[in-house]
């Protein structure tokens, strides 16, 4: 759909073929909004947060500058998360532990499609924790999530004398610092702390890395959506833990390595 047809579907609230089947007039309201659309698209706002939604996985999330929008890339590392959680016994109840919720599109997909899990989400803004909220409470799953505003650093040290998971999931800020300036004039209007990886992209991942064996199960299983050129980073760092038995890594759609699989 054009970017015209997709503000006046959301103006009308009505489908795109709706829009040609029928002379449609806009209010003078509507107009004013319109413009003020356009107006946001023209400073390279994102399209999502001006709709103020996005669909991830079918499912209605609300979406505005407190939070990275939502990838199709992670539509597919939360594919592979319901696969490893669907494997075993179906009555137990498993644990996922999703870090840097953001919007909380990775917690409210798994929390839908797998009935049988309780996912416990962690980001360090409470803007991002609100929406997050909002948005599990929209889709009836808020008895199914708990969401906790901490830094991950400080929680994954304190979780580790409580709780252990089946599953820890991460989709963490992965771009290195300098790299953020020449970023799309879009992207540059999502929050910085939910780019920004650190110096080499890659601070996230350390500290998940050599935390997540101690809070997984048994056969539990770390999983990670990483950049595009990261795969070698990531699998020097989780040999150099020592910790794992395997990491494994899945070409998402585009044939790039985008999703690592490693197992405790
Ligand atoms: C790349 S976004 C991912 C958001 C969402 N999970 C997704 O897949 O669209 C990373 C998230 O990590 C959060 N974050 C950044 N630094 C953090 C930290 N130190 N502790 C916890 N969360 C953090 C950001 O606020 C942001 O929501």
Do not use: W
């Amino acid at each position: 759909m054009k970017i015209e047809e997709q503000l006046l579907t959301h103006l009308f609230n009505c489908r795109r073929v709706d829009l040609y089947a029928g002379k449609r007039t806009l209010t003078d309201e509507q107009m004013q909004v319109f413009s003020h659309m356009k107006s946001r698209l023209s400073q390279g706002e994102p399209l999502q947060y001006i709709l103020g939604a996005v669909d991830f996985m079918g499912i209605s999330l609300c979406v505005d500058e407190r939070v990275l929008i939502p990838r199709p890339e992670t539509e597919e590392l939360v594919v592979c998360a319901i696969d490893l959680l669907k494997q075993g016994n179906g009555s137990q109840i498993r644990y996922v532990l999703d870090l840097g919720t953001g919007s909380g599109n990775i917690a409210i997909a798994i929390a839908k499609n797998v009935l049988n899990s309780f996912v416990t989400t962690v980001d360090i803004s409470p803007a991002a924790i609100d929406l997050a909220t909002l948005n599990a409470h929209e889709n009836k799953l808020n008895d199914k999530i708990r969401f906790i505003c901490q830094d991950m650093k400080i929680f994954l040290k304190e979780e580790i004398f409580r709780n252990k998971y089946d599953l820890v999931i991460s989709n963490p800020p992965y771009i290195p610092t300098a790299q953020i300036e020449q970023l799309p004039c879009d992207v540059k209007k999502e929050p910085f702390i939910a780019l920004d990886g650190g110096e080499d992209g890659l601070n996230f991942y350390r500290e998940i890395i050599s935390a997540a064996h101690l809070l997984l199960e048994d056969n539990g299983c770390l999983l990670l959506e990483i950049g595009e050129y990261q795969a070698e980073d990531i699998k020097k760092i989780v040999e150099a833990s020592g910790k794992y038995q395997e990491c494994s890594f899945r070409k998402d759609n585009a044939g790039k390595q985008r999703i690592t699989i490693i197992k405790r």
